[in-house]
């Protein structure tokens, strides 16, 4: 079963559905073909009113498309084509892997914590 991220015209992720595996082709209520591929269902997807989408983009639990697995609150990169989680904190910015990074390294061990306050891991 396939999973597709429904955005909004800033590209933001509002929802996610399971849907069709991209290989499977259907014939829609007026008799036309659908199907075939991710980007056929994409569309498909992102045309249904009730789902209220400006566009559509495919994701998986294992992260082998568009980098990681989308969730609600996620912004979708049109010109990567990668999904980016929520930024944590104020102060992280994004690496050219297009993951959050803290302004210090997160010390080595459990039960550290980042305190926005002032800008540092605290020790649970």
């Not at 999973?3 to 008799?31: P, R």
């Not at 569309?43 to 789902?51: E, G, H, Q």
């Amino acid at each position: 079963m396939a999973h597709y991220a429904l955005l909004n015209d800033n590209n933001i992720v509002y929802s996610v559905i399971s849907g069709v595996d991209e290989n499977i082709v259907q014939t829609d209520l007026d008799g036309t073909q659908i199907g075939g591929s991710s980007e056929a269902w994409e569309k498909f997807y992102a045309t249904r009113p009730w789902l209220n989408a400006a566009s559509c983009k495919r994701t998986s639990y294992n992260g082998n498309i568009r980098k990681q697995y989308a969730g609600i609150g996620f912004t979708y990169d049109p010109v990567a084509d990668v999904f980016i989680a929520p930024k944590p904190y104020p102060s992280w910015s994004l690496d050219e892997n297009y993951d959050w990074q803290p302004p210090t390294p997160r010390p080595k061990g459990r039960g550290w914590y980042w305190d926005e306050a002032t800008l540092s891991w605290v020790e649970a």
